[in-house]
């Protein structure tokens, strides 16, 4: 069974690398493509927040590539430079989508609450998570005990839960940025596609990421099933 979870394991690494990629791809080939009113990430954030009613979060420019995000206890939305001083397709529709973050906070979002609280538990767990369950893998093996493997799936399983909350918390953010993008004509007729698209993709990466830890957990599952059988 170990072996069958590091054989999932690589699948799911390819998977992602494959979507990354793509993402990647994407994201590079709509930077390319000037939007027609020429606003720039940064802009294009701050009307959608002032348009919300939001005036309490600031956009500020962030460093890396892709590092774009939302933070709730600052009440900032960090750009990426290709983002925040871009005028592209690709900074449109990343800049809206961390807006939309900030109207979910501001609209008390059901799920990005619970996500928010769940971060404390995240952190502490997974930091120590693999260990619990390598050592719980070590333990079953010399003496068939599976105690020290449930509490590593314990703590799995907060992760994976947090996992699956991102699920909606980036989708329903999308939505909102497509809508307002479409709404406000910030994207025209032939803008607003590729900003789906790009969006879409973005999303198919937290898809795969929870696919893949669902699984993983559902496997340390059945070892600790089959372990007990046999104890």
């Given at each position: 069974m170990s072996s069958e979870i590091f054989i999932v394991s690589l699948v799911f690494l390819g998977i992602s690398f494959l979507v990354s990629t793509i993402?990647?791809?994407?994201?590079?080939?709509?930077?390319?493509?000037?939007?027609?009113?020429?606003?720039?990430?940064?802009?294009?954030?701050?009307?959608?927040?002032?348009e919300?009613?939001?005036?309490?979060?600031?956009?500020?420019?962030?460093?890396?590539?892709?590092?774009?995000?939302y933070n709730p206890v600052t009440k900032t939305v960090s750009l990426s430079p290709e983002v925040y001083q871009g005028t592209s397709v690709s900074a449109a529709a990343v800049a809206a989508h961390e807006c939309g973050h900030a109207v979910?906070?501001?609209?008390?979002?059901?799920p990005l609450?619970?996500?928010?609280?769940?971060?404390?538990?995240?952190?502490?767990?997974?930091?120590?998570?693999?260990w619990i369950l390598l050592a719980g893998m070590i333990v079953i093996a010399v003496s068939n005990n599976p105690t020290i493997l449930l509490v590593g799936i314990v703590a799995m399983s907060i992760t994976v839960l947090f996992t699956l909350i991102t699920l909606p918390v980036e989708f329903d953010a999308s939505k909102r940025a497509l809508a307002w993008l479409n709404?406000?004509?910030?994207?025209?007729?032939?803008?607003?596609?590729?900003?789906?698209?790009?969006?879409?993709?973005?999303?198919?990466?937290?898809?795969v990421a929870a696919l893949a830890a669902v699984v993983q957990l559902v496997q340390y599952i059945l070892i600790y099933m089959n372990s007990r059988d046999r104890s």
């Open positions: 993402l990647k791809q994407k994201f590079t080939r709509y930077s390319k493509i000037g939007l027609a009113n020429g606003l720039s990430g940064r802009e294009i954030a701050e009307k959608m927040l002032r919300n009613g939001i005036y309490d979060v600031k956009v500020v420019p962030g460093e890396g590539f892709l590092t774009d995000h979910q906070h501001a609209t008390h979002y059901g609450m619970l996500r928010s609280k769940l971060v404390p538990a995240v952190q502490f767990s997974s930091m120590l998570v693999n709404r406000t004509n910030i994207t025209n007729g032939e803008e607003y596609p590729k900003a789906k698209d790009a969006l879409k993709w973005a999303a198919t990466t937290y898809v």
